[in-house]
């Protein structure tokens, strides 16, 4: 089923796939059109499994 419209069957169109802020570029998740004020992140440099 589609994901934009659930009365509709996927046909392969890839709507769901353009960007909201720019209608001729395939979404990369950039996340510019969440509008998130704040954002923080963590670098992981190294994971330590203890088996």
């Known amino acids: 089923m589609c994901v934009l419209d659930e009365t509709k069957e996927c046909d392969n169109c890839m709507e769901c796939e353009t960007c909201d802020l720019d209608p001729g570029k395939v979404c990369d998740n950039c ?6 004020k704040d954002f923080v992140s963590i670098k992981i440099d190294k994971v330590v499994r203890e088996d």
């Open 31 to 36: 996340g510019k059109c969440l509008d998130i």
